[in-house]
């Protein structure tokens, strides 16, 4: 289900962006999203919250890759993923800059 919905997302932002930019953002936005909901989840430690949280998403965009593959697609898949968090740090950077000017 998860997964069904991150390569949707990917998809959409192909068609009506274009860019490999608005890719990598909403990768980075998916992955930041998942984690907080995790760490929100371990801070108030309500089981009903817990249950619903464990049951619908994953703790990252690594443990969905994680749980779906394994082997070397598993392997190349991680390091796709790094490289989107590289240059996700790229743009946030060469932002950041841009606007201290």
């Known amino acids: 289900m998860d997964l069904i ?3 949707l997302l990917i998809i959409l932002t192909i068609i009506f962006f274009r860019k490999f930019s ?4 909403i990768i980075c936005i998916v ?3 998942l984690r907080i909901l995790n760490r929100i ?3 108030i430690n309500v ?4 249950n619903l949280i464990n049951k619908y998403f ?4 690594l443990d969905i890759i ?3 593959s394994s082997g070397i697609i598993n392997t190349i898949l ?3 993923l790094l490289i989107i968090y590289i240059v996700f740090l790229f743009y946030i950077t060469k932002t950041f800059f841009k606007k201290k000017k």
């Open 78 to 80: 991680v390091w796709c």
């Open 58 to 61: 994953h703790n990252s965009i």
């Open 22 to 25: 608005n890719v990598v953002y």
């Open 66 to 68: 994680n749980s779906y």
């Open 5 to 7: 919905i991150i390569i």
């Open 41 to 43: 989840d371990q801070l």
């Open 47 to 50: 089981k009903e919250f817990s």
């Open 31 to 33: 992955d930041i999203f």
